[in-house]
């Protein structure tokens, strides 16, 4: 599932009946290749849902057991250490033979437990017409610092479709 779909989601408690928000960025640990929280704005202002206690994320909404789940950001929380994908999408990425790939232009992970299955770094273009897409499989990421994703080479590392 592409991690751009999650935005604009409703977020569904199941005991309660209600709508929770609106899902307004994913959260990942690109360094532990995991989805990690979803940030979501509702009436009451802004507040996090951590991935384990996600029921379903579905086409029109992510459902929840109930209201009692959600956590307030905090700079001292797990979630004030994940990166949301606008500052993903600033990290350059490199592979090891020192070639710049672009940077991060989308995130694919799996649903059902929050994995980064692949990511997608882009570079050129304008406005975001053109230019050219690499896909590099999660298993590729060296090692994700403040500035840059490193990545491997490896062929079997680099997906093989699209």
């Known amino acids: 599932m592409d991690a751009n779909t999650l935005k604009g989601l409703a977020v569904v408690s199941l005991q309660e009946g209600t709508k929770l928000g609106r899902v307004e960025q994913a959260l990942f640990d690109l360094v532990g290749r995991q989805l990690r929280a979803v940030e979501v704005r509702g009436e009451a202002g802004t507040f996090v849902v951590p991935f384990e206690q996600i029921e ?25 250490t994940l990166l949301g994908l606008h500052a993903l999408g600033k990290l350059k990425v490199v592979d090891d033979t020192g070639t710049f790939l672009g940077t991060i232009g989308a995130i694919e992970f799996d649903a059902a437990d929050g994995r980064v299955t692949q990511l997608s770094a882009h570079k050129g273009g304008i406005l975001g017409k053109g230019g050219t897409t690499t896909p590099i499989a999660a298993s590729a990421i060296l090692m994700v610092g403040a500035e840059l994703v490193t990545v491997s080479t490896v062929a079997d590392a680099m997906p093989s479709s699209l």
């Open 56 to 80: 379903h994320v579905g086409s029109d909404a992510i459902t929840v057991v109930s209201s009692q789940v959600t956590q307030t950001p905090a700079g001292g929380s797990p979630a004030g």
